[in-house]
């Protein structure tokens, strides 16, 4: 079965990894310059490394069809720079995932393949895409939905530890953008950690860098550069989160019970 994601971020990365040890690897697309923030979990750092390991999985940069095959061969995600989704049509996937989490449709449909999952808002089950995944976290974090929309986005973050907007890092001007720590590392509130153009930015709150933008990247006034986990625990940094997990599931789930009702082989 060929399965197709769209976008690379640490939500992303979790789906690929659950169904990389389910026994499918997938193919996964990215824009030239990913904006992740937990990029010790996202496999979009591969298009700034080469490759990018997240919990035993790999991920590898390639540039054609025929080497993302060489690497699914060796057991290892590939992953190619199409933000326009080109490949599609060579490819043709079994499984289209619209996985970037942009709160809107970039573009994808019904008939973009056999079998074709939205992540979040933006999309509508059963007109543009056959299924919508819930990715608000709470009660209904990880719901399939057949006919309708998922919760419209809020622009409001989830609340860890009793946080939530304040765990945000936003730049405080445009410019380029050049931290001065690293993901995993303890900060205080007030403590500068990066700097966007020449102003410098600080966190809100005590707690760990659990994600931090790509330096040398330019960045927009507001825009989301980094995020601070008040639980302060360094190793859950480099560890796929709960919700990230979550919605890995749910695309299994969703995957396995259309074959199931089609009757398809896997």
């Known amino acids: 079965m060929k399965v197709l994601i769209k976008g690379a971020g640490d939500l992303a990365t979790g789906i690929a990894h659950t169904l990389c040890q389910a026994g499918i690897i997938p193919l996964m697309t990215e824009i030239d310059q990913p904006t992740a923030i ?3 979990v996202a496999f979009a750092e591969a298009v700034y490394c080469g490759e990018q390991k997240v919990e035993d999985v790999k991920s590898v ?4 069809l025929q080497a993302a095959y060489e690497q699914q061969a060796c057991g290892n995600i590939p992953l190619i720079i199409d933000p326009e989704l ?8 079994d499984v289209l995932i619209e996985a970037t989490l942009m709160k809107y449709n970039s573009g994808i ?3 973009s393949a056999p079998l074709v999952i939205g992540m979040g808002p ?4 059963g007109l543009d895409v056959d299924v919508v995944i819930e ?3 709470g009660h209904d974090l990880g719901r399939l939905i057949f006919l309708g929309e998922a919760i419209p986005n809020t622009d409001t973050p989830g609340v860890i530890d009793g946080r939530s907007k304040e765990r945000l890092l936003k730049s405080t001007s445009a410019g380029v953008f050049r931290p001065l720590r690293k993901i995993s590392e303890l900060v205080k509130a007030g403590e500068i950690v990066a700097y966007c153009g020449d102003q410098p930015m600080v966190a809100l709150i005590d707690g760990c860098l659990r994600g931090l933008l790509h330096q040398d990247l330019v960045v927009y006034q507001g825009m989301k550069v980094g995020d601070v986990d008040p639980r302060g625990i360094p190793e859950n940094c480099f560890t796929i989160s709960d919700k990230a997990r979550a919605l890995g599931g749910a695309v299994l789930t969703a995957i396995l019970g259309y074959y199931n009702k089609s009757g398809k082989q896997i």
């Open 38 to 40: 937990r990029r010790t």
């Open 61 to 64: 940069l390639v540039d054609n």
């Open 86 to 93: 080109q490949i599609l049509d060579e490819y043709q996937p």
């Open 109 to 111: 449909c019904a008939d």
């Open 122 to 125: 933006g999309f509508y089950a």
């Open 135 to 137: 990715t608000m976290r």
